[in-house]
């Protein structure tokens, strides 16, 4: 059910300007990068964790150094496979996209929807440990979701 | 006694005949028996690249249709190799979506060919459905016709 808390006889309840500021001061993407950070330190073999939106921009973003990759290369590629995976569901009445597994010689890009509209990835090489990736990806998304929310 | 040797040596023959027969498989013969071994399988097909079916079974209770999963899993793959490629990860393996219900899991075969698998989640593991691809793999790549 919708929240109706700010509406109180047709007038419209303003969000309280100490909680604007404190969101500015504290920087949503700012908690959200911290998120990225705490998920990289659990992971072997890390390449890249990227936060973007279905468009392929990045909204945030972890590269590890004497990482290869670039995350708005990562970011814009990995939007053709979220649109791609998500759309093949869809149509072949699989029902919602849970998450996308890509394993190539060299590495492993685990991809998974934040809500409709963007979507969390990591890129690891392909030795990672898949099991503590997918418990990663799987236990921070709902976080970075409600951060993400902040963000816009 | 010439007559003994004759009819030892068709028999010979014969048996070589059958051998080559039981290793120059059929590709249909080899999908169907994947598909007859591989728990909460609901399709497997071998497709071309351009999204064209080779070799399809589906399972008598799934709605499934070939041409169009042949056809949309081909972009998957293509898209996929891409990404590989451009993300200077090596070759494209092998890719897997995991829906609420199903796995459709995706595996090059050939630079012409891909191995597609649809499974129920209800009867196998994200696990399983990896290690079933990876053994049948091999066995459909051995049986795709070859062309020289």
Known sequence: MADLSRFTWGKKKEIE?????????????????????????QVDGLLCIAV????????????????MLTAELAAAQLATIFRIARTSADKLKAGELEDNL?????????????GQESYLAMVTTRDAPLGI?????????SKVEQALGKVS | MAVE?????????????????TEKRSIGDVVKEVASTTDGLLGV?????EGVPVAVVTSPGAT?????????????????????DKLKLGDFDENLITTASKYILTKALTPDFYLAMILSKESTTLGMARLVAREHAARVSQALPRFE
């Open chain 1, 17 to 41: 300007p100490k909680e604007k500021d404190e969101m500015k001061e504290k920087g949503a993407t700012g908690n959200l990068n911290s998120l990225l950070e705490e998920m990289a330190e």
């Open chain 1, 52 to 67: 973007a939106g279905s468009d392929g921009v990045a909204i945030s973003s972890y590269v590890p150094p004497g990482s």
């Open chain 1, 102 to 114: 890509l394993t190539s010689t060299a590495g492993q890009i685990l991809i998974r929807p934040l």
């Open chain 1, 133 to 141: 990736v997918r418990l990663v990806v799987k236990s921070y998304a």
């Open chain 2, 5 to 21: 040797e004759d009819n030892e040596e068709m028999e010979e023959t014969e048996e070589i005949k059958e051998t080559e027969t």
């Open chain 2, 45 to 49: 097909g071998v497709m071309d690249m």
């Open chain 2, 64 to 84: 499934l249709n070939a041409e169009l999963a042949a056809a949309q899993l081909a972009v998957v793959v293509r898209l996929c190799s891409l990404t590989a």
